[in-house]
Nanobody, 118 residues
């Protein structure tokens, strides 16, 4: 069964941290660039971070300006997992967070995990 399953969301106070995780199944995870995207109520989907499928020595990550320096994306191809470490959270980070296949033109999404900063 092809799916992405996110976890790790919750309610935190400004300045606190959360770590989101995504487990992939039914796909050859190591072959795909992966992203974290988010959608706040009433707003469009926002790309948050992406990471290439390359071996770790050559792997690259990129971040939206809004999270640069606070968020870190990582992946474990042996475990088919994608993580997002989020530090110094602000109320603007409140959103549903999704892991998604590809850097852009995301063609597979998880069900999302809610992050609320309040």
């Amino acid at each position: 069964h092809v799916q992405l399953v996110e976890s790790g969301g919750g309610l935190v106070q400004p300045g606190e941290s959360l770590r989101l995780s995504c487990v992939a199944s039914g796909i050859t995870f190591s072959r795909h660039d992966m992203s974290w995207v988010r959608q706040a109520p009433g707003k469009e989907v926002e790309w948050v971070a992406g990471i290439t499928s390359l071996p770790s020595l050559f792997r690259a990550a990129s971040y939206a300006d809004s999270v640069k320096g606070r968020f870190t994306i990582s992946r474990d191809n042996a475990e088919d997992t994608l993580d997002l470490q989020m530090n110094s959270l602000t109320t603007d980070d409140t959103a549903m967070y999704y892991c998604a296949r590809n850097w852009a033109l995301w063609n597979l999404w998880g069900q999302g995990t809610q992050v609320t900063v309040s």
